[in-house]
């Protein structure tokens, strides 16, 4: 897309909004403050380099079987840089601890050492961005009976976390080195296939391993802690041990992030909604932005109604500097570079289009009880030239513009991804 065309588009863009008392540099310039971190797991389908052969647990589940996906950390960093030289704006990457630099050899889940992923750490430093660590609590024999830290299975639960401890420690330089705070997320997959007698004994174990884990604490500004729930999972449709209710009560006593993956829902749910609720009783957020289809939670996310009403709530909130925004879906059945970048995309895109909301004017019609005028500039802004904000925000980072970045992740996959 020629410049003078993506530029002329964007000065009368920039009159409209500006009609409506909506400065489009001034949001551009917020817009940079929109740190996405990306998921590692979409390179490979979620396999990891610990081991060779091993099968995906946990209620998890990757479909297709598209050419070209990372069968190492070499082949992976050079996905990961083709993602971030098409993204603008500013980025991080979040680990899950079964992609350590393990040199070929295994090693357990509960030996894993900051050693094994320091090569991360430098190459995270060349690249500009911070890092976000995953313990990895699925995927494993220890895991086989459907439980982790909540399992009354001693041995399996001690097991575990000693992991999460060292996936603590880890995180915390992974913070101190890279200048950034490094927010490790919790989530397991424990839970019920069919309906348990004493779903209590397995909370409360969960909430005692916890205390445990967090019992050794590390400064803000090295790490952060955020505990992940989810409604079911492939197993375990009828209980699982960190429900949503479980997790929420644990964050606000105990003052960690709660993360709200938008697909670990009910898919009537607005997790939207529950921002506005949440930070009243927490100093922060994690998303985990997906796109749930019925019962899978992990589909490549696309600016719908739903990833609009997060982004429109934090910004409505002027809860940006406390909500951490990360990204969480697999799809094995297209080129998994284009589903980073269109992932990515569409969510800048949502908190982009929050941003160029007329929210203070909307808000006074709110509160003067005027609803008519309030629908009708929402449903206003709908039809505004928020796409060639868009076009010229990517040509300013210098970035591919429209659907340039089609063709060059074409390219990529002939000269690279289709030699693998």
Request: hydrophobic share 40%.
């Amino acid at each position: 897309m020629k410049k003078e065309f993506v530029e002329k588009a964007y000065d009368l863009a920039r009159q409209e909004y500006a009609a409506l008392g909506v400065d489009t540099d001034a949001v551009l310039k917020k817009l940079d403050d929109v740190v996405i971190s990306l998921h590692c797991w979409q390179t490979d389908d979620v396999g990891g380099f610990e081991r060779t052969g091993g099968e995906l647990g946990g209620g998890l589940a990757v479909t297709g079987n598209y050419p070209g996906k990372a069968r190492n950390v070499t082949e992976m960093k050079a996905d990961l840089e083709k993602v971030l030289s098409l993204l603008p704006g500013k980025q991080r990457l979040s680990l899950h601890a079964i992609y350590g630099d393990f040199g070929g050899e295994f090693v357990d889940r509960d030996q894993i050492e900051l050693k094994h992923f320091q090569p991360w750490i430098d190459w995270a430093k060349e690249q500009g961005i911070g890092l976000d660590f995953n313990c990895t609590c699925f995927s494993h024999p220890k895991a086989d009976d459907g439980f982790t830290l909540s399992g009354k299975n001693e041995e399996n639960r001690q097991f575990w976390i000693e992991h999460v401890k060292r996936c603590r420690r880890i995180s915390a330089e992974m913070g101190k080195q890279l200048g950034t705070p490094c927010i490790h997320n919790l989530w397991i997959p424990d839970g019920s296939k069919d309906t348990p007698l004493d779903r209590y004994t397995h909370r409360r174990l969960l909430k005692e391993a916890l205390d445990n884990i967090f019992a050794e604490e590390f400064p803000a500004e090295l790490m952060k802690d955020g505990v992940e729930s989810k409604l079911f999972g492939i197993g375990s449709e009828s209980m699982v041990v960190g429900s949503h209710d479980f997790y929420l009560c644990y964050a606000a006593q105990n003052n960690k992030l709660i993360t709200l993956d938008n697909g670990h829902f009910h898919p009537t749910e607005q997790v939207g909604d529950k921002i506005s609720s949440i930070l009243q009783f927490v100093p922060e957020l994690l998303l985990h932005v997906t796109r749930g289809v019925r019962w899978d939670s992990d589909h490549v996310v696309t600016l719908n109604d739903e990833i609009l009403l997060i982004a429109q709530e934090i910004i409505r909130a002027n809860a940006l500097k406390r909500v951490n925004i990360g990204l969480d879906y697999f799809d094995g059945s297209l080129n998994r570079v284009g589903a980073y970048v269109v992932g990515t995309r569409a969510a800048q895109q949502a908190f982009l289009f929050a941003l160029l909301e007329p929210t203070a004017m909307i808000r006074r019609w709110e509160e003067a009880g005027r609803t008519f005028e309030r629908l009708a500039y929402l449903e206003l802004m709908k039809t505004k030239p928020f796409g060639a904000v868009w076009n010229y925000y990517c040509l300013k980072h210098g970035v591919p513009v429209g659907a340039e970045y089609i063709e060059a992740i074409g390219e990529y996959e002939e000269k690279v991804l289709s030699k693998r």
